[in-house]
């Protein structure tokens, strides 16, 4: 069955730090890969996407995520946190081909200290 | 605004009422999900209509229906609600089956008593 997997429930890092969210999947074929921000109360909003082609791929907010074929992995990086990052980010997966929607992972929350 | 809208945002259930949790979107997308998210759980699939006029069971669909009443609106009814439906729902829309990502609505939190 399809998965994804975020490892980290919780991060915590400190405002100017580095960040990596990591993130794994279990298809049988390269998917469509997400990821998605959520602030408290709030809905989501995708942050970046991959399809094909580099698997460095830039979204908004200074997030960038690349995609490792040999490790099924597309974990989100960011080079320095502020504190207005610290929301729940979640990791999602679609099917290259077909017709399945969206299957999320369990999300990790980032807190940002100062 | 474009974008995703749902209604209402809040509401509390006694065990065995009904209710009908409202999407539209307005942008003229054809796919629309119906998502939970609880604690921990990240958000699960409960129905989604990838066209005007079809709807499929997602992974969490007992205890649901649905009705995609035309391509702008998809609506989620509990006929009987119970303690394990209080969750926060979250209606989507999208383009191609995902590819080109969702957008979310706002989401309704729903407590059941």
């Known amino acids: 069955a399809q998965s994804v997997t975020q490892p980290d429930i919780h991060i915590t890092v400190s405002e100017g730090a580095s960040l990596e969210l990591r993130c794994n999947y279990s298809?049988?074929?390269?998917?469509?890969l997400f990821w998605y921000v959520q602030s408290p109360g709030q809905g989501l909003q995708l942050l970046l996407k991959?399809?094909?082609?580099?698997?460095l791929v830039q979204g908004i907010k200074g997030f960038e995520a690349e995609f490792k074929r040999s490790q099924s992995s597309f974990n989100l990086r960011k080079p320095s946190v502020h504190w207005s990052d610290a929301a729940e980010y979640f990791c999602?997966?679609?099917?290259?081909?077909?017709?399945?929607?969206?299957?999320f992972g369990k999300g990790t929350r980032l807190s940002v200290i100062a | 605004n474009a974008g995703v809208t749902q209604t209402p945002k809040f509401q509390v259930l006694k065990t065995g009422q009904s209710m009908t949790l409202q999407c539209a979107q307005d942008?003229?997308?054809?796919?629309m999900y119906w998502y939970r998210q609880d604690p921990g759980m990240g958000l699960r699939l409960i129905y989604y209509?990838?066209?005007?006029?079809?709807?499929d069971k997602g992974e969490v669909p007992n205890g649901y229906n649905v009705s995609r009443l035309n391509k702008r609106e998809f609506s989620l009814r509990l006929e009987s609600a119970a303690p394990s439906q209080t969750s926060v729902y979250f209606c989507?829309?999208?383009?191609?089956?995902?590819?080109?990502?969702?957008?979310f609505g706002s989401g309704t939190r729903l407590t059941v008593v």
């Open positions: 991959y399809f094909s082609g580099d698997t």
């Open positions: 209509s990838a066209s005007e006029g079809t709807t």
């Open positions: 942008m003229n997308h054809n796919s």
């Open positions: 999602a997966v679609a099917l290259y081909s077909g017709n399945t929607p969206l299957v």
């Open positions: 989507a829309s999208s383009g191609l089956q995902g590819i080109g990502g969702y957008t």
């Open positions: 298809y049988g074929a390269t998917p469509y």
